[in-house]
């Protein structure tokens, strides 16, 4: 997949585009949507509707300040999937946001056995 700059992007991500407009939300509060577009990959139209989601669902609270909208993410909030729900939104934002550890030797994934 292409952007308007020629870049490629992945054709798929871990997290969704709700997920990446919370974040950029979390990270400026006072973001044009038009620069949250931008910054996710997609149109003005879908940061829109997703922030009218995210607003519907109490996950962000939008104040008016002037001619610009500040918003408010309410990290407190858990995760809505039910494989996430013990975290919360700020937990999301914490792991995203960390600052990258030095590499470490990968640690194997432990897979529970079936019975045979």
């Known amino acids: ?20 407009v919370l974040l950029c939300l ?12 931008e910054q ?6 879908a940061v829109q509707r997703i922030v009218t989601e995210l607003e519907e669902a ?11 909208n500040t918003y408010v993410v309410r990290s407190e909030l858990p ?17 995203v946001d960390a600052v990258a550890p030095t590499r470490k030797a990968a640690v194997p994934i432990r897979r529970a056995r079936t019975a045979s």
């Open 79 to 95: 995760l809505r999937h039910p494989i996430e729900q013990h975290r919360s939104v700020a937990s999301l934002i914490d792991l």
């Open 26 to 37: 979390a990270r400026d509060p006072e973001a044009r949507l038009r620069d949250v577009a």
């Open 40 to 45: 996710v990959g997609v149109t003005e139209r």
């Open 58 to 68: 109490g996950y962000v609270e939008r104040a008016r300040e002037g001619r610009r």
């Open 1 to 20: 997949m292409r952007t308007a700059e020629g870049e490629t992007r992945p054709a798929w991500t871990f997290l969704t585009n709700h997920a990446h």
